[in-house]
């Protein structure tokens, strides 16, 4: 189980924007009855995506009251996962991976990019509110280290400079385009042979 931060400013209330209420209704519809509470994670997801990257307790009371289910029952869901946030994260969500791969290839300078330009510290916002970072387990890119995920995205074969690119567009509220940053075709190897035909006692 993931160590979350609750925010100590809380909002009163929180209610789902109208189409979000459809698109939950559609979520529970998708389970038996008396199984709706199956459709946790699926609601818990549209409340983050909807509030800024982050859920406030009282959302976690209106999913409860939705599902009828125990209050606790979700709180132990959002507190478990570690891709639901219970504290502002800002409008830009950066998770930076330094596991081995990403490493070797230069993580640590993406880091140093965040602390320089975003905070100081992980989990913390920028002075302009929008942006937080973190570092994060393996995000399965390895083949593109080192990379990063901003909210839904993949920001991958990162160098200093294209970091810092990128970076600086979040903290101006601008979504940075997705791409590779060198030339190569999705997960293809970087210089490298696609066969073995060509070496001898392969």
């Known amino acids: 189980m993931s160590i979350k931060k609750i925010a100590k400013e809380q909002p009163e209330t ?9 698109l939950a209704k559609n ?9 709706q509470a199956s459709a946790v994670i699926s609601l818990l997801y549209l409340v983050q995506k909807q509030n800024n990257n982050w859920i406030p307790l009282a959302a976690l009371k209106y999913v409860a009251k939705l599902l ?23 409008k830009y969500f950066v998770q930076v991976c330094t596991t081995s791969p990403c490493m ?5 300078k993406i880091t140093d990019i965040c602390k320089k330009h975003i905070s100081k510290k992980q989990n913390e916002l920028s002075l302009n509110k929008l942006c937080s ?12 280290a080192p990379m990063m995920q901003i909210n839904q995205d993949y920001f991958e074969d990162l160098d200093e400079t294209k970091t810092e690119e990128i970076v600086k567009k979040l903290l101006d509220d601008k979504m940075p385009e997705t791409a590779l940053t060198i030339k190569r075709k999705n997960g293809m190897l970087e210089k490298i042979k696609t066969n073995l035909v060509e070496i001898e006692n392969a």
């Open 14 to 22: 929180f209610e789902f924007f109208e189409e979000n209420k459809l």
């Open 27 to 35: 979520e529970i519809k998708k389970y038996p009855k008396g199984r």
């Open 68 to 90: 009828d289910i125990p209050y606790t029952q979700v709180y132990e869901v959002s507190t478990f996962y570690s891709m639901f946030n219970l504290s502002p994260v800002g």
């Open 104 to 108: 070797i290839r230069g993580s640590k």
């Open 133 to 144: 970072w973190v570092e994060v387990e393996c995000l399965g890119a390895c083949i593109n």
